[in-house]
T-cell receptor, first 112, second 113 residues
């Protein structure tokens, strides 16, 4: 099965600073790399995803970068705001009949 | 378009009982997957259904089971409840493959006393 490691487990940043969360996976067949955000008491929601034929994708203040050779992908949040405070999960997978393995989650706290 | 709906929102059961949770996916979505979320273990995959067939199963005991109906609605059942089954149970739907975006429901918070 897929081994997924997510670092750091907690992250505190000052408002306006950048935050980076890294996800390392083991299955070389993984071809879909999403990040989910879960605010306290709410459901996880997809915030950005990338496929293996793309190295980077941006959506306003968030971006995802992929290094398939090293088997890791990262979530980048720039100009952080208090509403970015949440737990972020990665979930690399190859689809098909493979089960989805989520990272343990990163709790991001943005200090005003 | 209505989102993923899970019922009930909260459940309190005692050890040894059984429980059934329900999940209605987004209209047109044929895949439903279930996850157990606990503070220490994060999100753990239970199983996934597509067109009434279980395609994937996680590493949970046989007390955890599920099914999917022809309208794509899904149920999961936990028999002989244990204290350790207390968790938030989330379901997610997608168009048809796990490598696609997952849309989560709000979850069912199960407490086993």
């Amino acid at each position: 099965g897929e081994n997924v490691e997510q670092h750091p487990s907690t992250l505190s940043v000052q408002e306006g600073d950048s935050a980076v969360i890294k996800c390392t996976y083991s299955d070389s067949a993984s071809n879909y790399f999403p990040w989910y955000k879960q605010e306290l008491g709410k459901r996880p929601q997809l915030i950005i995803d990338i496929r293996s034929n793309v190295g980077e994708k941006k959506d306003q203040r968030i971006a995802v970068t992929l290094n398939k050779t090293a088997k890791h992908f990262s979530l980048h949040i720039t100009e952080t705001q208090p509403e970015d405070s949440a737990v972020y999960f990665c979930a690399p997978n190859s689809g098909g009949y493979q089960k989805v393995t989520f990272g343990i989650g990163t709790k991001l706290q943005v200090i005003p | 378009k209505a989102g993923v709906t899970q019922t009930p929102r909260y459940l309190i059961k005692t050890r040894g009982q059984q429980v059934t949770l329900s999940c209605s996916p987004i209209s047109g979505h044929r895949s439903v997957s279930w996850y157990q979320q606990t503070p220490g273990q994060g999100l753990q995959f239970l199983f996934e259904y597509f067109s009434e067939t279980q395609r994937n199963k996680g590493n949970f005991p046989g007390r955890f089971s599920g099914r999917q109906f022809s309208n794509s609605r899904s149920e999961m059942n936990v028999s002989t409840l244990e204290l350790g089954d207390s968790a938030l149970y989330l379901c997610a739907s997608s168009l048809g493959a796990l490598e696609e975006k997952l849309f989560f429901g709000s979850g069912t918070q199960l407490s086993v006393l």
